[in-house]
């Protein structure tokens, strides 16, 4: 049975330090879950994420419907078994991929058909069939289905998918079986205020485990995005947890924190780090840029994971020019090292009341990036759509 214990929030904000406890794994919150979509995150074994400080991974229920399918993870054992993670794992239910990734999507209140991205083979997906593939995978957390919109849509499209939503939040409630499984609802409500408190509120009365902020980084501006969280989040429950979904750039991880919000997930670290963009402190460093063909630093010297230990930007520079699987998986080591740290850095802070003084220190440390000359040193953080729609 999944556990949630809360502390007070630092006076000067709403974020709150906890401990999630599920049947695998105790979790300290606020907390960033890397995203395997298939099982895996890309090119690194489990007890790789547990030495960086990761108990808590987000697997996706429409990528492992497909592939393998819901009945041979079950046949494995589940998913803990089949993938060999001994931590706590959150499926998302997969109504975002549906409505993103489908060729063909046509949705009514019983359910969603669609045709698969990698076949075209035809799916009917309902609230029941998405908790019977949840409970089949196994996971310590489940969602429910939900009806995401893209943005930007009519208030007569939110309204539809925040009462479709409901519906079918209490269907899934209503078929569960597992006990030892916690299920989130899932907010929605677009950039309306009015519909994310109603949605919010039904969901609150319907009494799940907790409670998952959706349908935001997907295309709507940052400042709408914080918008919607300082109206949602107060009508969620204190005491239960509160996940923002697909979210994970690191000033959205301080923004989300700050105003309440105990779970994230992004494909982020690792899709930035096959691509070769490496966080720091200061901002990003680009790593194929040429400035870095002969720098003998690491990455960040003030960083210390195994690849900062060890290795220049030069030899990652090269990695990635000849394209050296290592290198994407050094990059990916190192992102993720960043995000853990920067969460346990932020826990810190919170439960030492200073948390606004991280804040300010945190961007003002990003502000000296961004004024120094474009050829100096990396880039600045800028906003960016991180869903994790597909990739890992």
């Known amino acids: 049975m999944t556990r949630y214990h809360v502390d007070q929030p630092d006076p000067h904000c709403k974020g709150r330090v906890g401990l999630l406890t599920t049947g695998h794994a105790k979790i300290d919150t606020p907390t960033f879950m890397p995203v395997g979509s298939l ?44 993938t060999g993670w001994p931590g706590a794992i959150l499926t998302d239910s997969g109504g975002f991929q549906i409505f993103s990734l489908a060729k063909l999507c046509e949705i009514t209140d019983d359910g969603v058909t669609f045709q698969s991205h990698i076949d075209g083979s035809t799916h009917f997906i309902t609230p029941e069939r998405a908790i019977e593939i949840q409970e089949s995978l196994g996971a310590d957390i489940i969602m429910v289905l939900d009806q995401c919109v893209a943005l930007p849509a009519d208030r007569a499209m939110i309204q539809d998918s925040v009462r479709r939503t409901r519906l079918w939040a209490e269907r899934c409630q209503s078929v569960r079986r597992r006990t030892d499984q916690a299920l989130f609802g899932i907010v929605q409500g677009g950039l309306e205020a ?21 349908g935001l980084s997907v295309g709507e501006g940052k400042a709408d995005m914080y918008a919607m969280l300082d109206i949602t989040v107060p009508e969620l429950p204190e005491k239960k947890p509160r996940y923002l979904m697909g979210v994970g750039l690191p000033e959205d991880l301080v923004e989300g924190v700050a105003r309440g919000i105990d779970l994230f997930d992004c494909v982020v670290p690792s899709r930035h780090g096959r691509t070769g963009s490496l966080f720091t402190a200061s901002g990003r460093v680009v790593i194929k840029q040429a400035q870095y063909a002969h720098d003998e630093r690491p990455i960040d010297a003030e960083c210390g994971c195994p690849v900062c230990r060890r290795y220049s930007r030069s030899y990652l520079h090269h990695l990635f020019l000849v394209k050296e699987m290592l290198g994407v998986r050094l990059n990916t080591i190192h992102n993720l090292w960043y995000f853990s740290d920067l969460m346990r850095q932020i826990r810190e802070a919170l439960a030492e009341r200073r948390f606004t003084a991280f804040r300010e220190t945190f961007y003002r440390n990003r502000e000296r990036q961004a004024n120094r000359p474009a050829s100096s040193e990396g880039e600045p953080e800028r906003h960016e759509e991180c869903h994790s729609s597909f990739h890992t």
Request: glycine share 14%.
């Open 39 to 82: 099982g895996p995150v890309k090119g690194l074994e489990s007890d790789e994420l547990q030495q960086l400080g990761f108990h808590l991974i987000l697997n996706n229920a429409y990528h492992l419907f497909l592939r393998p399918g819901h009945k041979v993870v079950a046949d494995m054992g589940g998913l803990h078994a089949f």
């Open 194 to 214: 009015d519909f994310r408190v109603a949605s919010a509120r039904e969901l609150v009365a319907l009494g799940f485990e907790g409670y998952a902020i959706g």
